[in-house]
């Protein structure tokens, strides 16, 4: 299976991805670290890819949705974006609109409270 079919079966079986380098439980950089935490923290449910034990995966990625940098999140086989982007997105409510419009499972309580706290 190339890199390309395993990334595409991978965004198309799950409601959202989170390619990143280490996993959702142990983050090997700080800006995939912070997207993991902000989804975790959120209780979204997501399938993590730690790009780092696959090197065909980690370019394939880049190559796939034409985005230079990782980690990148999918939801329902789209890609939104990168850490700025989520930390935009989720700090302005339109990360709980994507959500919420794709039938993605979070804690709106939890999402409020990171607003709160970067007010």
Do not use: H
């Not at 990360?95 to 039938?103: A, I, K, R």
């Amino acid at each position: 299976m190339t890199a390309e079919t395993q990334i595409k079966e991978t965004v198309t079986n799950n409601d959202v991805v989170l390619f990143m380098k280490g996993t959702k439980s142990m983050p090997q950089c700080g800006f995939s670290s912070r997207v993991a935490g902000v989804l975790n923290f959120m209780g979204v449910e997501y399938q993590d890819v730690n790009v780092l034990a696959d090197e065909e995966i980690r370019q394939g990625i880049k190559d796939y949705s034409d985005w230079p940098t990782i980690p990148q999140l999918y939801v329902k086989g789209e890609f939104v974006g990168g850490c700025d982007i989520i930390t935009e997105m989720t700090l302005s409510g339109e990360l709980d609109t994507l959500f919420s419009e794709n039938g993605v499972t979070f804690d709106k309580d939890a999402a409020d409270k990171i607003r709160e706290a970067n007010a």
